[in-house]
């Protein structure tokens, strides 16, 4: 048990330590140690960890973390995931806290920050490449992306609402 405890904090401690961009710029990164690397789940797993993670509200990463865990190693393993998962980046904002005044307006750091926007765009863009043929499997799972797609582009409806429709169709077409 404490092998696998140290096993999930070294884990999601490298996987939160090297994510820029947030929560979901962190699925790909959280994919490749725990599907690929791992094997502690397996793709579908994995897709409906990150499904119930974005019906639910808060971090996602926080969330798969917490579900990896506990299928790893039960409540210790959820609380160690996310000391894991969050440690590093808590760390970093107390330490960069301290030189935000002095850091702000620098072109460098500002060069910098413009650089890795692109890169966590591309992040989130592989992340649905990547797991698209899990996801999108018959011409109706095609349907409900593309329909979700153009309700999240094209109308003021709310994400979470497009989440439980999501949830409902699936209900109702027995996906």
Known sequence: MLKDLLALFISFAKTGSVAYGGG?????????????????????????????GNALPG?????MASAI???????????????????????????????????KDNPLVTSMLRGLRPVVVAMLAYASWDMAPNALKNPTTWGICIV????????????????????????????
């Open 148 to 175: 979700s797609m153009a309700l999240m582009l094209f109308t003021p409806i709310h994400p979470a609402l497009i989440i439980v429709a999501g949830a409902a169709a699936g209900i109702l077409l027995k996906l």
């Open 69 to 103: 865990g506990y299928r790893k190693a039960g409540w210790p393993g959820v609380i160690v995931s996310l000391i894991g998962i969050i440690m590093p980046s808590a760390i970093a904002l107390l330490i960069l806290m301290g030189f935000v005044s002095l850091v």
């Open 24 to 52: 979901p710029s962190m699925v790909p990164l959280l994919k490749a140690e725990v599907v690929e690397r791992r094997k502690w789940i397996d793709i579908d797993d994995f897709m409906d960890a990150l499904a119930i």
């Open 59 to 63: 971090p996602i990463i926080t969330k």
